[in-house]
Nanobody, 123 residues
């Protein structure tokens, strides 16, 4: 059984930083890519960033690259999201996703999802 476990969310003041982590576990599962999405109530899930576990190639959602950085530790099947200069509009539940075949901005392209970690940015 494949599991994705996110951590690192919480409450932070505007302008602050947070680092999210997502670890994948599951016998014989080797993700090709992992990604972060975020969602607020009433809106579609928004693509934040994705990274290839092997080569480390990255893609970012619109306007995300300026303040967010995705990285990975391939040996640990773990991906990170460093978020800087946080704004109240970054408040959302952040989800980690993994896929064994592709790296994409589309939520539909990922096989496995974590349960999410909540990020709240206060003004």
């Amino acid at each position: 059984q494949v599991q994705l476990v996110e951590s690192g969310g919480g409450l932070v003041q505007e302008g602050g930083s947070l680092r999210l982590s997502c670890a994948v576990s599951g016998q014989s599962f080797r993700p090709y890519a992992m990604a972060w999405f975020r969602q607020v109530p009433g809106k579609e899930r928004e693509f934040v960033a994705a990274i290839g576990l092997s080569a480390g190639g990255t893609i970012y959602g619109d306007s995300m690259k300026a303040r967010f950085t995705i990285s990975r530790d391939s040996a640990k099947n773990t991906v990170y999201l460093q978020m800087n200069s946080l704004k109240p509009e970054d408040t959302a539940v952040y989800y980690c996703a993994a896929d064994s075949h592709r790296s994409t901005w589309s939520a539909g392209g990922y096989e496995y999802w974590g349960q999410g970690t909540r990020v709240t940015v206060s003004s």
